[in-house]
Structure formats: C-alpha cells, structure tokens
C-alpha cells in the first residue's frame, strides 16, 4: 500500500498522544469505577448520570464495560440494562472478549456475533470486530463490514441560501467570523494543528437548519442502504430507529490533519466540505479523505479498505463510524474547513432532538 509510511508515522503519533494521556484517563477510569461501586449501595440515578459523564470523557476507550456489569448484577437487571445502555452510548465495548484480552479470536468473534444479533452494538464494537476477522483471517467477512463501494455515500447537493449565495460560501462566511472563538483541542484527539467549534443538533441560522434537514434526509436515505445488507451484516442488524446529530466544525490550515482514527459514539460519520482552499497549485488529492486498515489486528489481511477520496466544497460524505480514516498535512499554506457530524443511536437518555432514521 503507498500510504503505509505514511499511516505509520500518523499511528505512532496517535501512541504518542495516548501515552501522554495516560494520568487523565486513569483519573476518568477512578470516576467510573465509583460510579459502580455506587450503584451497588442502591444510588442508580446518581451513578448512572456519573458514569456516563466518566466514558463521555473517554470517549469509551480502555473501559472494561463487561466487568463493571458483571459486578452489577447483584443490583438487577434494571440497573444492568441501565449501565449497558450508558456503555453504548458512550463508545464503551461491552463484550467479554474487550474486557478479558486474550480470548481466542474465533471464540471473541462468536460472542460479538451474539451481541450483535441481540441489537447490543456501536461503533467501537464493529472496530474491534473488524480487527478480529482481519487476525482470523477472514478476509470476505471484514471486506463486508468495511465496503466502501456500497457503505460510503458521497453527494453534491446544490443548497442555496434565501439570497441565492451557495450553502458552502455562506457557512465559510459565518464560520471564519468566529474562527478568533473556536476552543482549542484537546490533545487526546486525533486532529492536529486544527481548531475546532462545536455545533448543537437544532442548530439556530437559517443556513445550518437548511445543512442540517439535508443530512436527515441524507441519513434516512443511508438507513436505507444498511437495511438493504445481507441479513447477517451488523449494519443490517444495527439500524437506529431515532438518532441524533452531534456536530463541530473543523478548520485547519497547511499543518492541520487528523490521525487514523474511528468515531466510537457513532453509528456514521459524515462531513460536509464547506471550504477547499489548497492552493493553485494543488493536485486532485490535496486534502483527501483516506480509508485504511483499522488500527487493531492485521493490517496486511486483504479486505480492509484502502481509498484516497479527493473533496471538494459543497460535497456531502456519510460512511460506517468504525472504518478507519485520516487526513494528511498539506505542508504549505491553505484553508480547510469542514462541518463534520456523527450520526449517533439515540438510545434512552439521548436528548429530545432525536430524529427518525426508517
């Protein structure tokens, strides 16, 4: 693969970035660990809000979610279902095999399988899953999990404004007037060198209600494509019946990119391409999206995605939350800014602004 340098480097900068978190995520892992001892002294409402609060932080990563329920199981089963929910929501894997490394692949892939089929699933699971069947080697099944040409939906809608003015122009208008605001990163994230705004879902301007009932319609569409999947397909079994839209936007210049990474809260991840700016002397693949092998497992098995996707402003992208992806740093000056969104399962104690996906 020609980007294999390349998604090395990018790789040992996301251990990079993981190690020097270590402290922080300990202190999180602390909070969720009291959050179950407090359950099982009887205070579910408090340790379930405390516990979701704990995984938000961590996005899910490094939880052992299946030990924390197995210790609830003296609270019953309503407080079990409670956590799990709560788990799933927040990127947390609630297999057994997560929790207890060393479970033999095929064995791991039969209980996922089994979690699946129950309707307990995210994005971080499906990424766990992917890396499996590539260490089994069970190219035909990981192919399927991450086939681009029928799970990645690209669209160029012509939106415009009430004045006539392309959607694209308006927003990178508003958006560059509070560009001195945008919060800084955090360096647990993937991105690098960008600066980032969070968007509410029922966003308030005209222009990003116009952008946002395209992107329903766009993800009703999508959950059309996944109920079209063979019936064994974890997408074909994973459709949220509500979901909800968490939204930011992203800006970067020359140096600015994104680490291989997946998006755990996820059910699809999607970006709208508001400003493609890479300079007159720029080739089609200037700011290209990439898709490559996840980063648990095989990365030599065949089946994984492998696909440089050149972009540009106005284009509107929706693809699997747990494929693997990433953007390369320009090395010169440019304006990159995009509105990217995870559509999320809104699963019990999601906000009110859930929308139909069927």
Not at 51 to 74: K, N
Not at 179 to 188: C, K
Not at 215 to 220: K, P, T, Y
């Amino acid at each position: 693969m020609g980007d294999q340098p390349v998604i090395e480097r990018l790789q040992a900068g996301t251990a990079a970035t993981a190690a020097s978190s270590a402290e922080w995520a300990a202190e999180r892992a602390a909070a969720a660990n009291r959050a179950v001892a407090e359950a099982r002294h009887g205070n579910r409402h408090d340790a379930v809000e405390a516990y979701g609060r704990a995984l938000s932080d961590l996005r899910g990563e490094g939880v052992p979610a299946f030990l924390h329920l197995t210790m609830l199981e003296p609270a019953g089963p309503d407080v079990v279902r409670a956590f799990r929910d709560t788990a799933l929501r927040f990127g947390a894997d609630v297999s057994r095999a997560y929790a207890l490394p060393g479970t033999p692949p095929e064995q791991a892939l039969a209980e996922y399988r089994a979690l699946f089929d129950a309707g307990i699933a995210n994005a971080r699971m499906l990424t766990h899953y992917a890396g499996l069947l590539s260490v089994a080697g069970r190219s035909q099944e990981l192919q399927a999990l991450t086939d681009l040409d029928r799970l990645l939906a690209v669209t160029r809608p012509d939106l415009r404004t009430a004045d006539g003015r392309p959607l694209h122009r308006a927003l990178n208008d508003w958006f560059m007037d509070r560009l001195a605001a945008v919060e800084p990163l955090s360096t647990r994230l993937a991105a690098v060198g960008t600066r980032r705004l969070p968007l509410a879902d029922g966003a308030t301007t005209p222009e990003l209600r116009l952008l946002e009932s395209v992107i329903r319609q766009a993800v009703q569409a999508y959950a059309g494509t996944c109920a079209a999947l063979a019936p064994g397909h974890p997408l074909h079994r994973w459709v949220p019946g509500r979901f909800g839209l968490e939204m930011y936007a992203h800006h970067s210049d020359g140096t600015g990119h994104h680490q291989p990474h997946t998006h755990s809260r996820g059910w699809i991840t999607g970006v709208y391409y508001i400003a493609c700016d890479f300079g007159a002397d720029s080739t089609p693949t200037d700011g290209a999206l990439h898709f490559c092998p996840g980063l648990d497992g095989d990365p030599a098995c065949p089946g994984w995605p492998d696909r440089v996707m050149p972009v540009t402003a106005g284009m509107l992208v929706l693809f699997p939350s747990h494929v693997t992806h990433y953007t390369k740093p320009l090395g010169r000056p440019s304006h990159r800014l995009v509105l990217a969104f995870d559509v999320v399962d809104a699963r019990s104690g999601d906000g009110d602004r859930a929308h139909d996906a069927r």
